[in-house]
Protein backbone atom coordinates (compact mmCIF):
# COMPACT_ATOMS: atom_id res chain seq x y z
CA UNK A 1 0.00 0.00 0.00
CA UNK A 2 1.80 3.16 -1.19
CA UNK A 3 1.70 5.92 1.85
CA UNK A 4 2.78 9.43 1.93
CA UNK A 5 3.00 10.82 4.86
CA UNK A 6 3.88 15.05 5.10
CA UNK A 7 5.21 17.38 7.78
CA UNK A 8 6.95 20.60 8.46
CA UNK A 9 3.98 23.01 7.86
CA UNK A 10 3.77 25.48 10.26
CA UNK A 11 3.18 29.21 11.09
CA UNK A 12 5.85 31.86 9.63
CA UNK A 13 6.27 35.78 8.81
CA UNK A 14 6.68 36.91 5.45
CA UNK A 15 10.19 36.29 4.38
CA UNK A 16 10.67 33.41 6.48
CA UNK A 17 11.51 29.58 5.69
CA UNK A 18 10.16 26.10 5.76
CA UNK A 19 10.89 22.92 4.89
CA UNK A 20 8.06 20.39 3.94
CA UNK A 21 9.46 16.40 3.98
CA UNK A 22 7.45 13.64 2.16
CA UNK A 23 7.71 10.65 3.81
CA UNK A 24 6.67 7.70 1.36
CA UNK A 25 6.38 3.67 1.80
CA UNK A 26 5.01 0.65 0.42
CA UNK A 27 6.27 0.88 -3.24
CA UNK A 28 9.61 0.67 -4.57
CA UNK A 29 11.25 4.54 -4.88
CA UNK A 30 13.44 4.02 -8.11
CA UNK A 31 10.81 5.68 -11.03
CA UNK A 32 8.66 7.50 -9.50
CA UNK A 33 7.35 11.35 -9.89
CA UNK A 34 6.84 13.01 -6.54
CA UNK A 35 4.72 16.21 -6.99
CA UNK A 36 4.21 18.98 -4.47
CA UNK A 37 0.96 20.70 -4.52
CA UNK A 38 -1.29 23.35 -2.52
CA UNK A 39 -5.01 24.45 -1.82
CA UNK A 40 -6.20 27.26 -0.56
CA UNK A 41 -9.44 27.80 1.08
CA UNK A 42 -11.88 27.71 -2.19
CA UNK A 43 -9.31 27.59 -4.88
CA UNK A 44 -8.16 24.50 -6.94
CA UNK A 45 -5.28 22.04 -5.94
CA UNK A 46 -2.19 23.28 -8.01
CA UNK A 47 1.04 21.51 -8.67
CA UNK A 48 3.97 23.25 -6.78
CA UNK A 49 6.75 21.24 -7.61
CA UNK A 50 8.06 17.66 -8.91
CA UNK A 51 10.82 15.65 -8.98
CA UNK A 52 11.64 12.39 -10.59
CA UNK A 53 13.03 9.91 -7.98
CA UNK A 54 15.32 8.06 -11.46
CA UNK A 55 16.86 10.96 -12.83
CA UNK A 56 16.40 14.54 -10.74
CA UNK A 57 14.43 15.92 -13.20
CA UNK A 58 11.86 18.83 -11.75
CA UNK A 59 9.61 21.18 -12.33
CA UNK A 60 8.42 24.71 -10.87
CA UNK A 61 5.45 26.48 -11.14
CA UNK A 62 6.49 29.95 -12.26
CA UNK A 63 5.25 31.80 -8.83
CA UNK A 64 7.95 29.70 -6.60
CA UNK A 65 10.84 29.63 -8.87
CA UNK A 66 14.05 30.84 -7.66
CA UNK A 67 12.18 30.86 -3.48
CA UNK A 68 11.48 27.00 -3.64
CA UNK A 69 14.08 24.44 -3.89
CA UNK A 70 12.66 20.40 -4.20
CA UNK A 71 15.09 17.49 -3.40
CA UNK A 72 15.21 13.80 -3.22
CA UNK A 73 16.98 11.25 -1.02
CA UNK A 74 16.31 7.90 -2.27
CA UNK A 75 18.11 6.32 0.40
CA UNK A 76 15.50 7.56 2.54
CA UNK A 77 12.34 7.60 -0.04
CA UNK A 78 11.57 11.00 1.12
CA UNK A 79 10.93 14.35 -1.01
CA UNK A 80 11.79 17.78 0.73
CA UNK A 81 10.68 20.84 -0.29
CA UNK A 82 12.31 23.65 0.73
CA UNK A 83 10.63 26.88 1.03
CA UNK A 84 12.43 30.50 1.32
CA UNK A 85 11.22 33.76 1.00
CA UNK A 86 8.13 32.97 1.72
CA UNK A 87 4.76 35.36 0.70
CA UNK A 88 1.34 35.47 1.96
CA UNK A 89 0.06 34.24 -1.14
CA UNK A 90 1.60 30.99 -0.37
CA UNK A 91 -0.33 30.30 2.38
CA UNK A 92 -2.14 26.71 1.87
CA UNK A 93 -2.64 23.20 2.76
CA UNK A 94 0.28 20.98 0.88
CA UNK A 95 0.02 17.93 -0.02
CA UNK A 96 2.87 15.34 -1.92
CA UNK A 97 1.45 12.96 -4.23
CA UNK A 98 3.03 10.34 -6.12
CA UNK A 99 2.82 8.65 -10.00
CA UNK A 100 4.81 6.10 -11.18
CA UNK A 101 7.42 6.90 -13.76
CA UNK A 102 6.22 5.38 -17.30
CA UNK A 103 3.18 7.20 -16.46
CA UNK A 104 4.43 10.49 -15.50
CA UNK A 105 6.33 10.33 -18.70
CA UNK A 106 3.85 9.50 -20.79
CA UNK A 107 1.43 11.79 -19.31
CA UNK A 108 4.11 15.20 -19.37
CA UNK A 109 3.61 15.74 -15.52
CA UNK A 110 6.90 17.39 -15.43
CA UNK A 111 5.81 19.52 -17.75
CA UNK A 112 2.49 20.27 -16.39
CA UNK A 113 1.36 18.35 -13.19
CA UNK A 114 -2.26 17.58 -13.04
CA UNK A 115 -3.30 16.59 -9.45
CA UNK A 116 -5.90 14.37 -11.62
CA UNK A 117 -3.16 12.28 -12.69
CA UNK A 118 -1.87 11.45 -9.56
CA UNK A 119 -3.55 8.59 -7.19
CA UNK A 120 -1.91 8.51 -4.50
CA UNK A 121 -1.80 11.46 -1.46
CA UNK A 122 -0.59 12.18 1.82
CA UNK A 123 -2.97 13.96 4.13
CA UNK A 124 -1.31 17.36 3.67
CA UNK A 125 0.22 20.07 5.83
CA UNK A 126 -0.69 23.08 6.67
CA UNK A 127 1.59 26.52 5.62
CA UNK A 128 0.74 29.74 7.07
CA UNK A 129 2.70 32.59 5.72
CA UNK A 130 1.62 36.17 7.58
CA UNK A 131 2.14 39.06 6.62
Known amino acids: EVQLVESGGGLVQAGGSLRLSCAAS????????IGWFRQAPGNQRLGVSC????????YYRDSVKGRFTISIDNAKNTVYLQMDSLKPEDTAVYFCAALAGPTARALGVLIFPDPDDFPSWGQGTQVTVSS
Open 26 to 33: GFTFDDYV
Open 51 to 58: ISSSDGST
